[in-house]
């Protein structure tokens, strides 16, 4: 039972060896009945969100619903939460988040909701308590803006948007 628990355990919080910051978590009313983010293993990076939603979503092709979480977070100021979409979901019914990474800010207090868009070619039901993206917590580091007339040259310079090509890179 003891190494159940330490499994169960670790992927709630962070892993041994790995940096850890403590993040407060509220659960909005009626929502006793799902999980709080957890970790599918104590590798895994992001925490699963579920769906706190009343009754079944339908999203069709094309179409867009914003899923509640049925939680608010207080991410640490010099941290941000990301919100990113599952592989799984995207790749077997095209259920993407269409802004994502979405952002959550330090100063932040409602309710995770989350974007699905549904990319695939079928109608998608998102039910309670389904898996439907992933929360990853990271440093936000603060810029200290230099302005300059002019930056410093790179081989690449204003190169972007396909500029390095599509196909294997020769070797010099």
């Given at each position: 039972?003891?190494?159940?628990?330490?499994?169960?355990?670790?992927?709630r919080g962070a892993a041994p060896g790995r940096a850890s910051v403590a993040v407060a978590i509220a659960r909005r009313p009626g929502t006793g009945d799902l999980p709080l983010p957890s970790r599918a293993t104590a590798g895994s990076s992001g925490y699963d969100l579920h769906a706190a939603v009343e009754?079944?979503?339908?999203?069709?092709?094309?179409?867009?619903a914003l899923i509640p979480t049925g939680f608010s977070i207080a991410v640490p100021d010099g941290f941000e939460a990301q919100?990113?979409?599952?592989s799984g979901l995207a790749l077997r019914h095209g259920?993407?988040?269409?802004n994502a990474p979405g952002t959550i800010d330090s100063d932040y207090r409602g309710e995770l909701k989350v974007i699905?868009?549904?990319?695939?070619?079928?109608?998608?039901?998102?039910?309670?308590?389904?898996?439907?993206?992933?929360?990853?917590?990271?440093p936000a580091i603060a810029a200290d803006w230099q302005e300059v007339a002019a930056l410093a040259e790179t081989g690449r310079g204003t190169g972007g948007f396909g500029h390095s090509g599509s196909g294997a890179v020769e070797k010099t």
């Open positions: 039972m003891g190494a159940d628990r330490s499994e169960e355990n670790a992927t009754g079944d979503v339908v999203i069709d092709p094309g179409g867009r919100i990113r979409p599952r259920i993407v988040l269409p699905l868009l549904n990319a695939g070619s079928e109608a998608f039901t998102v039910r309670r308590g389904d898996r439907i993206a992933q929360l990853v917590i990271g």
